[in-house]
C-alpha cells in the first residue's frame, strides 16, 4: 500500500521531526509554519534532556521520556551526516543542589532505583562538589549529580530537523497560516492556506500552543493554552560554569556559544508576548544564589515563548495531533515523531500512548 501524503500543521520541534520521520518512510509531506519554522516555543527553550521521574517505577509519560532519551545520541549523529548541522549534544551531566539533610536522603535513595546507573545518579558533597564547579554558591555544600541528564542547542535542533525534512523530499511552506482543516466525508481531507486548498489523505495538528482554535473548528476537544515562560543568558566568558545546574524553580545551562541560559517562568498570561522587570528579576535572583558570579556577567539577551499546556500535564499524541508537550518538546520530540510516523504510515497505535490520546478529554 502507498505511504499517505501528509499535511503537517506547525513546524515547531515536533512538527519538523515528525515530517522529517514521515519523509523518510516514504510519505508526500508539506509542512506548513505560519512565521518560519521553530519561531516559536521549540527556539524559547534551553534544550534540557531529563527524562527522570520522581518515583523508582516510571510511569506512563517518564517510559516515554526514557525511551525518547535513549534515542538522541543516534539522532544527533544522524542530522550531523544528514544536514551538518551539529545540535550539541552535551553529556556532563546536570547538578541537583539539596539543601536538607532529607533531601540528601532521598537522592541518596534514588541510587537505588532500578535505572539509577543507566542515569548515572550520584551524591556529591564538599571538596567533592567544589572540584565540579567551584562558581556554585557556598550555601551549597551538597548536590546531586545526574550524568545522564543531557542538553543539546535547541534552535540548531530545529534547523536540523527541518533541513532533514527538506533534505527527504518535504515540501516546506514558511509563512503559511492554516486557517481551517477541511473535511469530507467526516474525515480530514487537507487544510486552506490564504484561500487554497491543500489536499491530503492525513492532518497532523502539530501547532503548539496555537492548536486549539484548528482543533475547535473541526469539533475536536484540545483544551491547549499557551502558558508564557522568560528566559536571558549571560556571558559564560571566560567559563563559569560547565554543567547544568537545577535548582526548585530555575536553570542555568552552558553553551559551547560561550553564554549561561537562565530559565525560566512560568505564567499563564495568554499570547502576551512580553519580557517583564519581574520575570527577569526572579531568574536572576535565583540563579544568582545557585551561581553567585551570574550576577556581575553581562546579559547578552532575553525572550519570551509559548508552551502548550493541558490542564492535566500530560502531552496529546494522537493518530492526527500532537500538542500540548508542555516544558518537554525536545525532550519527546524523537519519540513523538517515531509513533506518529507508525500511527499514520502503519495504521498502529501503540499501546504506549493511549494515556495520551485526546478521547481523556471526552468525559
Known amino acids: ?43 524559547a ?8 521521574g520522581p518515583s523508582p517505577e516510571p510511569g506512563p509519560f517518564h517510559r516515554l521520556a526514557i525511551e525518547s532519551w535513549r534515542l538522541y545520541p543516534r539522532v544527533a549523529s544522524e542530522l550531523r551526516e544528514l544536514t ?5 549534544h552535551m553529556t556532563a551531566g546536570t547538578i541537583y543542589p539539596l539543601g536538607s539533610p532529607l533531601e540528601i536522603e ?3 535513595l534514588q541510587r537505588t532505583w532500578p535505572l539509577a546507573g543507566e542515569f548515572g545518579i550520584e551524591v556529591v558533597e564538599g571538596s567533592d562538589l567544589r572540584a565540579l564547579e567551584p562558581a556554585l554558591s557556598k550555601d551549597v555544600s551538597a548536590a546531586m549529580l545526574v550524568r545522564g541528564d543531557h542538553w543539546v542547542n535547541n534552535q540548531r535542533l530545529v534547523t536540523a530537523y527541518a533541513a532533514a525534512a527538506a533534505m527527504r523530499g518535504v515540501t516546506v511552506r514558511a509563512g503559511a497560516e492554516v486557517s481551517r482543516i477541511l473535511i469530507e466525508s467526516g474525515r480530514a481531507r487537507g487544510v486552506l492556506v490564504d484561500g487554497e486548498a491543500i489536499h491530503a489523505d ?49 536553570y542555568v545551562v552552558p553553551r559551547p556559544s560561550g553564554e549561561i541560559l537562565i530559565g525560566a517562568t512560568v505564567e499563564h498570561a495568554g499570547f ?4 517583564t522587570p519581574d520575570g527577569l528579576g526572579s531568574l536572576i535572583g535565583a540563579a544568582v544564589g545557585l551561581v553567585p558570579e551570574i550576577g556581575r556577567r553581562p546579559v547578552t539577551r532575553s525572550w519570551c515563548g509559548f508552551r502548550p499546556w493541558v490542564p492535566d500535564g ?23 515523531a517515531a509513533l506518529l510516523t507508525r500511527c499514520i504510515v502503519d495504521g498502529d497505535t501503540p499501546a504506549s500512548i493511549t494515556p495520551f490520546l485526546p478521547a481523556r478529554f471526552l468525559s
Not at 515530517?19 to 516514504?26: D, F, I, N, S, Y
Not at 551538518?84 to 550539541?88: I, L, R
Request: glycine share 10%; proline share 7%; with cysteine.
Open 202 to 250: 492525513v492532518v497532523l495538528l502539530a501547532a503548539g500552543a496555537w492548536s486549539r482554535t484548528l482543533a475547535d473548528s473541526v469539533g475536536l476537544r484540545l483544551p491547549v493554552a499557551p502558558v508564557r515562560g522568560q528566559m536571558l543568558a549571560v556571558s559564560n566568558s571566560p567559563p563559569l560554569i560547565t554543567r547544568a545546574i537545577h535548582g526548585e524553580d530555575i
Open 272 to 275: 502576551v508576548r512580553a519580557v
Open 1 to 43: 500500500m502507498a505511504a499517505p501524503s501528509v499535511a503537517v500543521i506547525g513546524g515547531g520541534i515536533i512538527g519538523c521531526a515528525t515530517a522529517a520521520e514521515l519523509a523518510k518512510r516514504g510519505c508526500r509531506v508539506t509542512l506548513l509554519e505560519r512565521a518560519s519554522p521553530g519561531a516559536e516555543a521549540s527556539s
Open 106 to 108: 532521598t537522592a541518596r
Open 45 to 52: 527553550a534551553a534544550g534540557l534532556l531529563a527524562p527522570r
Open 314 to 336: 500530560q502531552p496529546v499524541p494522537g493518530l492526527f495531533a500532537a500538542t500540548a508537550h508542555y516544558r518537554n518538546g525536545i525532550l519527546m520530540a524523537p519519540i513523538t
Open 84 to 88: 551538518g548541522v551539529d545540535v550539541e
